[in-house]
Antibody, heavy 114, light 107 residues
Framework: EVQLQQSGAELVKPGASVKLSCTAS????????MHWVKQRPEQGLEWIGR????????KYDPKFQGKATITADTSSNTAYLQLSSLTSEDTAVYYC???????WGQGTLVTVSA | DIQMTQSPSSLSASLGERVSLTCRAS??????LNWLQQEPDGTIKRLIY???SLDSGVPKRFSGSRSGSDYSLTISSLESEDFVDYYC?????????FGAGTKLELK
């Protein structure tokens, strides 16, 4: 059974960074792209970017360049999303998803507050 | 960027009713469109991929279609668990873009 298990909620201070994880089971992430999606409170979904874990190649929505960094560790079958220089605009639930968005993680709430 | 204009933003309907949601693409996306369902607890599930292919385990009352640049999700007979949020997603061109969502409400 395919599952994506995301790390727990984070409360972080403005200006800080945070690294979220998404651990896959039931498949090998080397065989697929992994995507990250942002959802602000009571808002819609935004694509952040994706990684090809087989070679580390990434692609981002330009508006997240400099804000988000996607990496993957094939040895632990885990994808990561690092967010830097956090502001209140980054308060959101962040989801990981497999290629073609067939499977989704449960989401990680990031709250940016002093 | 490709804009996906989703309508309506909210829809009030009754049990057993047939409803259709639409996404209009600002550029050609071919068949590269998914429909997603989001539950109140945030859980997201893909219902339809490649415009009209039904995901495994998704009830047959859900269907997807295309007419030109308009993509539709139709629910043939609403059941209580269908009153949640729906989003379209185009993956033809980067950056990938979502519709703004439709909230389906029980009348």
């Amino acid at each position: 059974e395919v599952q994506l298990q995301q790390s727990g909620a984070e409360l972080v201070k403005p200006g800080a960074s945070v690294k979220l994880s998404c651990t896959a089971s039931g498949f090998n992430i080397k065989d697929t792209y992994m995507h990250w999606v942002k959802q602000r409170p009571e808002q819609g979904l935004e694509w952040i970017g994706r990684i090809d874990p087989a070679n580390g190649n990434t692609k981002y929505d330009p508006k997240f360049q400099g804000k988000a960094t996607i990496t993957a560790d094939t040895s632990s079958n885990t994808a990561y999303l690092q967010l830097s220089s956090l502001t209140s605009e980054d308060t959101a639930v962040y989801y990981c998803a497999t290629a073609w968005f067939a499977y989704w993680g449960q989401g990680t709430l990031v709250t940016v507050s002093a | 960027d490709i804009q996906m204009t989703q309508s309506p933003s909210s829809l009030s309907a009754s049990l057993g009713e047939r409803v259709s949601l639409t996404c209009r693409a600002s550029q050609d996306i071919g068949s590269s469109l998914n429909w997603l369902q989001q539950e109140p607890d945030g859980t997201i599930k893909r219902l339809i991929y490649a415009t009209s292919s039904l995901d495994s385990g998704v009830p047959k009352r859900f269907s997807g279609s295309r007419s030109g640049s308009d993509y539709s999700l139709t629910i043939s007979s609403l059941e209580s668990e269908d009153f949640v949020d729906y989003y379209c997603l185009q993956y033809a061109s980067s950056p990938l873009t979502f519709g703004a969502g439709t909230k389906l409400e029980l009348k």
